[in-house]
Every structure is written in structure tokens, then in C-alpha cells.
């Protein structure tokens, strides 16, 4: 049987889409590039903005002509927003060609639900909430078809969050954090590694948390954890998503300064630079700890490269508040950030505090906030004019076919010229000396192939 996926929402979700899409394909499932071809069509939801929500819902919407067309069709629906209170039995009542709705803690059971539907008929829901080690990973049998042939992989430390903060809905569709054990994870990305895997990617809502859950006997905190990732051969960067400032300990920075295989990238979401609306978003820092722990960091690891969200319109957030934390960014001089307009979450204690804020003052708010960012991180990018830096190359530049697009240790995406007398492969590393700047991305000319130099070095 052929099958589709449309994911929408963060990376999270994407990798999930990844994994689960190999553990069909290593039951014998094909993916296709089209609902119209597929026998299943999978909508993997994502319930952190209103805004990806309302897309998922116009889009289970928008195939229902698929399921009148051929009714032996296969309509799933999955990923967090099932979780919410109440939505199964919506989707089930509004929308009764899904066949299965199921939420983030069954996805490993797809196969088995699928070939139920198909042998009986019978539609089934499964949201609850299990902790049973069945989340989705990398495994022998589904390696190969998740990697199609890729040097880069996520690999998942742990699951949902204990934090609260009271804009967030995940804590309540996700569940409690739950860090799965370090020999786990290592085996997965030892696995990955075989498969060619040069670069991973480790992910939880908050990384820095990682293992306090953990029994005595499998004790590992996060920093103890990347610093055995970096020993696992054939993987050449680490990198991590998302960390929190609060848990964010100096004992990490020194590790990450230590192990050069971690990349220079601190993503230190910062949400708002006043410390009024952090205490009423929950976040458990002041301003003050946010900016010592960042000149920490910029003094052990020179070459950091640091990036931050920010929400804007939060409820009851002020003028004065605002122009606080525009203050404060110009204070912190992040090389880019992740700017969002506040979203009202059901369920979540910032939805029933007064003063929401109305579209048209986020939207404004939105601009000034991405306009003072914006002039920061050019001219971050015009720092790094003349000096060479290792490019990962990703492939052929999307814009133009004759350049090739990598990325630095600081995540930052340089685009330049392909040479003519030597064939490069996503994953290589490269020296690049920077040549352009602009306040996405970068140009630059190759200098020499990374990987060559230090041969002749060693
Ligand atoms: S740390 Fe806060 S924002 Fe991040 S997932 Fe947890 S509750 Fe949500």
C-alpha cells in the first residue's frame, strides 16, 4: 500500500513524520509524493500556534473529495493536538472519514491500526497517554529508509516537559518529561553513525533537563550525555534543540567548550526582556541571570554564536514592557532570533489572563522587534566578512544551481560557488572565506576541502 504524509508544525513533528514513514516503509508501505496517489493519507498536527492548527484542519478538510473519490482510503490523523482535551471526539463527530486518530503516544503502533482498519473497517482512537518505551527512534530495520542516503539525523533525548510556562500548551499534550537512557540513545546514534550519519542533531522541549528523571543506575545528566556523543565514531558535529536558560548550567558551557565537535550554536530562547511578563510567562529567570549567563558563555566560547525566540503581545504586555525588551536585545546583540506573535492556547493559563492583546498591536510590535533584530544579526554577518570559517556543505544551493549551500558551526547558511575540478557531497566539510553578508545568509569562496587539510596536517 502506498502512503502520504503532510506534517505540519516544528521540527519535532517533522522528524516524527521521518520516523514514522520508515516504520512503514520497513513494513512494506511506499511513500508517495501525492495524497492523490497514496492508500493512506497521514496528517501529523501540530497544536503549538493557532496558526499550524487551523492549517491542519483546512487540510483534513480539503481531502475529503480523496476519501469520496475511493473510500477504501485510509484517513489518519496523529501528533500532538490530538492530545487536546476533547478534539478526538470533534474530529470524530465533524470529520467522519478519519479512519484513525491517534496522539503522540501511540505513533509506533500505526502499522498494527492500519492493517486493523483495512481488515475490519472499524475506526479506532487511541490518545492516551502511554510510557511504555514505544516512541518512535531509528532502528536496524528502519535506518536505511529514514536517512535516504542523508549525513544529518535527529535523534529524540527525551519527551514532553515539566516547565509550564504559561503560554505553552506542550506540557498538557506531550506529557511529563520522560529522558529515555543514555545507553539507548547512544546505541541509536552509533547506529546513525554507520549509516554515514556525520552530524546529529539531539532533541527535547528542554534539553538541559535531561535526565533528572532517570533511575539511579542509568544517571547521566545533559552535559555528561554530549560529551558521550561526541566520542561516538564517524560523528563529526553535535548539536542540540531546544535548551532552557534556567537549567542551562556553566558546568554545560565548559563541557561544550571542551568537546569541539559541539557546535558554537547557543539557541537560548529568551521570550520577552522584561522581567514582569518573564515572572507572568512562567519562566523562572530574571533578565539580570539571562544576561550573566550570557557573558558567560561568550567568554568561554569566543566564537559562540547565539540566537534567542521572542514573543511579543503576550497578555497585557505594554508599551513600556515592550520597549523594554527591544532594549534588551540591542543589550544581548543575538546573531538572529525566532520572533513570534503570542498565540492564545486553550488550556493554558495566559488564555484566561485579561488584556489579550489585539492583532493589529502584535503586528506592530512584530515589525519594530524584527526591524531592530534584523539591523543586529547583518551586522553580525558584516563581522564575519574576510575570515574563513568550516562549512558543512547541504547540497546545491536552492536559488542557484551552480552554487552549493552549507552551513557553519553556528548554524549560519553560507552559499558559493561549486568547484569545477573537484565533485563535493552534502556532509563534506569545507574552509570557506566569507565574501558577502547579508542578514539571512552569507556568500563566500571556497579555500580549500576541510577534510584534505587536516589529512595533511596529521
Ligand atoms: S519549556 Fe516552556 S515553552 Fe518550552 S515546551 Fe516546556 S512549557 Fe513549552
Redo the contacts with the bound molecule.
Sequence with gaps: MQFYIQTFGCQMNENDSRLLASLLQSNGYTEVDAPEKAGVIIINTCC?RENAENKALGYLGSIKKLYEEDRSRIIVICGCMMQQKGMAETIKSKYRYVKIIMGTFSASRLPEYIAEVSATGRSIIDVEEHYDGTELKHTCATVEEALDGDYKAQVNISYG?????S?????YV?GRERSRSAADILEEIQLLAEYGVKEVQLLG??VNSYGKDLPEEQACDFAALLAQVCQVPGIQRVRYM?S?PRDFSRHLVDVIQENPKVCRHFHL?L?AGCDELLQRM??GYTTAYYGELLSYIRSRVPDAVVTTDLIVGFPGETEEQFRQTLDFIRECRFDAAYTFIYSQRSGTPAAKMPEQIPEDVKKDRLQRLMDVQNEISLEHNRQMLGKIYEVMVEGLSKNNKSMLSGRTEGNKIVVFPAPEDEELHPGDCLKVRITGAHTWNLEGELVSSFESVCETEC
Excluded: E, G, S
Design positions: 503549538v516537559c515539566n516547565n509550564f510556562c503560554y505553552c500548551i506542550v506540557p506531550r522541549q528542554n531546544t532552557h530562547p521570550q512562567n519562566r
